[in-house]
């Protein structure tokens, strides 16, 4: 069965810190992009980071300089270190794996950026 699990969400208080993790299985995950989507309530998924087979890293504007993203090949993860975080960043956030054609999400894991 192919599937990415994301872990690591939860509440965390404006300015603070949370790293999210995304584990997949069943397909050869180092030849995929990897990715982190973000959907806001009542919002539009959007892309967040995204990191390439080697490791190469892009990220949206409103994330460049606080967030991280970074893969395990061994360990078949993708990682997200949120750095700063805003209250308007309270969001499922969606791991993605992407190979020619083919494109695999996870479930989401809910972040609440909140006091």
């Known amino acids: 069965q192919v599937q990415l699990v994301e872990s690591g969400g939860g509440l965390v208080r404006p300015g603070g810190s949370l790293r999210l993790s995304c584990a997949a299985s069943?397909?050869?995950?180092?030849?995929?992009?990897a990715s982190w989507f973000r959907q806001s309530p009542g919002g539009e998924r959007e892309m967040v980071a995204e990191?390439?087979?080697?490791?190469?890293?892009k990220y949206a504007d409103a994330v460049n300089g606080r967030f991280i993203i970074s893969r395990d090949n061994r360990k078949h993860s993708i990682y997200l270190q949120m750095n700063s975080v805003k209250p308007e960043e309270t969001a499922v956030y969606y791991c993605?794996?992407?190979?020619?054609?083919?494109?695999?999400w996870g479930q989401g894991t809910q972040v609440t950026v909140s006091s």
């Open positions: 069943g397909l050869t995950f180092s030849l995929y992009t």
């Open positions: 993605r794996a992407q190979y020619r054609h083919y494109t695999v």
């Open positions: 990191a390439s087979r080697d490791g190469d890293t």
